[in-house]
């Protein structure tokens, strides 16, 4: 149980265009999303976090106008680059909290995107 | 500086040994937690140790946890060739909750078992 998964795994784009990030719980219902960022061989940074229905509280730094974060149901948030330029290529994890009460966070495999 | 920061950033041992991993931490916690990332994949939950406890095992894993240092090990027994991934450990803040509650991930450390 428990699991997590993202679309697409891995997306090449070019400068400018917008991506979207698919984040699914698939058997469970998820009140909060979370949306991380990775660089190579670094920890996760969070960037968002999302509940169903409500705006999502961005971390300082972030841009929201940037990574638009949509989290429509309690199974689906999708977080879309705007605009995306060669400094957005990273990997973006998200992972999702079954409930209020919850702490463990399951996680998605992540989307690798490259920026041309 | 960072909440939770693992050392050593690289460990490499041989197949059978034991491996260990510390974490610190700066301020108090509800829970810390350990996940497991192989490369270029998500991450995985390993084992969640709450701030009244000292000890927590599951199968191979051993965690600890001391409060009064702001500290936590992972301790991985009998490691395999499987084991090699990146480990984070992950705290809360006190006093989060309900739909505020985030975790803040150390750097990691990158364990390599050898065959």
């Known amino acids: 149980g428990a699991v997590v998964s993202q679309h697409p795994s891995r997306v090449i784009c070019k400068s400018g265009t917008s991506v979207k990030i698919e984040c699914r719980s698939l058997d469970f219902q998820a009140t909060t999303m979370f949306w991380y960022r990775q660089f190579p061989k670094k920890s996760l940074m969070l960037m968002a976090t999302s509940n169903e229905g409500s705006k999502a509280t961005y971390e300082q730094g972030v841009e929201k106008d940037k990574f638009l974060i949509n989290h429509a149901s309690l199974t689906l948030s999708t977080l879309t680059v705007t605009s995306a330029h060669p400094e957005d290529s990273s990997f973006y994890i998200c992972s999702a909290q079954p409930g209020l009460g919850w702490y463990e966070q399951y996680f998605g495999p992540g989307t690798r995107l490259t920026v041309t | 500086s960072q909440q939770g920061e693992e050392d050593p950033q690289a460990l490499s041992i041989q197949e059978g040994e034991n491996a260990t991993m510390n974490c610190s931490y700066k301020?108090?916690?509800?829970?810390l937690q350990w996940y497991r990332q192989n490369s270029g994949r998500g991450l995985v939950h390993l084992i969640l140790i709450r701030s009244n406890e000292r000890e927590k095992h599951s199968g191979r894993l051993r965690v600890t946890l001391d409060t009064s240092k702001k500290s936590s090990s992972l301790l991985i027994t009998a490691s395999r060739a499987a084991d090699t991934a990146s480990y984070f450990c992950?705290?809360?803040?006190?006093?989060?909750?309900?739909?505020?509650?985030?975790?803040?991930f150390g750097k990691g450390t990158l364990l390599t078992v050898n065959p």
């Open positions: 992950a705290t809360d803040a006190k006093g989060s909750g309900g739909s505020n509650y985030k975790l803040t």
């Open positions: 301020t108090s916690i509800n829970n």
